[in-house]
């Protein structure tokens, strides 16, 4: 089979280092305040189409800065490497073992996952990704479409799992069965409506799904 994860809030807590990143560039830039939550909306977007969500009336130009300010907090940050959530590392060594294949399909830019992938020594680890910045943002279905193909599996021999609406979103998008986890950026109640096979309060509880 193969399982396809989203990045951030999903196998890595580094959900409060996106949103402390983008309240400190907002802060810098001087725009108007937003929520925490807010911020945890938009998680799993893009970056273009995250900060047009939180600021659709801004000019392009503050949007760029927007971007480009998160960005510097974010990788400032990020020099201490988020840790993965408890059960992740025995559980996706055990989904190699196990003979599945792996693969991201994450909101980061292809520059963002190569970086912290080299931070993890994990450049090798799965074996197919697609950011945001090389595809179709999600909840678009594209990034999973492609993964598919350069596979070569159908929709129903895959898993995706996410935290996000947009997550659960893309995946029943693109036909692809999804498990929400409840621990990350978007509550329960903003995953149901995508028809998750399962929401896991714990990152051992996938194997199951998997199997």
Known sequence: MLVIFDWDGTLIDSTAKIVSSMQEAVAELNLPSISDESVMGIIGLGL??????????????ALDQLRAGYSKHFI?????????????????????????????????????LDRVL????????FDASRCADETASK???????????????????????????????????AGVPS????????????????QPLKIIDQFEQLLPCVD
Do not use: W
């Open 48 to 61: 273009p189409e995250a900060v047009r969500v939180l600021y659709p009336d801004a000019d392009q130009e």
């Open 139 to 173: 909840p678009s279905p594209l990034m999973l479409h492609q993964l598919l193909s350069e596979f070569g599996v159908g929709a129903q021999a895959s898993l995706m799992g996410g935290d996000t609406a947009c997550d659960l979103e893309m995946a029943a998008n």
């Open 118 to 125: 080299s931070n993890l020594k994990m450049q090798s680890f």
């Open 76 to 112: 400032i940050a990020d020099q201490t490497p988020c840790d993965f959530y408890p059960g992740v590392e025995v559980v996706l060594d055990e989904l190699k073992v196990q003979g599945h294949q792996l693969a991201v399909a994450t909101g980061k830019s292809r520059r963002g």
């Open 179 to 194: 498990v929400g986890v409840s621990y990350g950026a978007h509550p329960i109640e903003r995953l149901l409506p995508h």
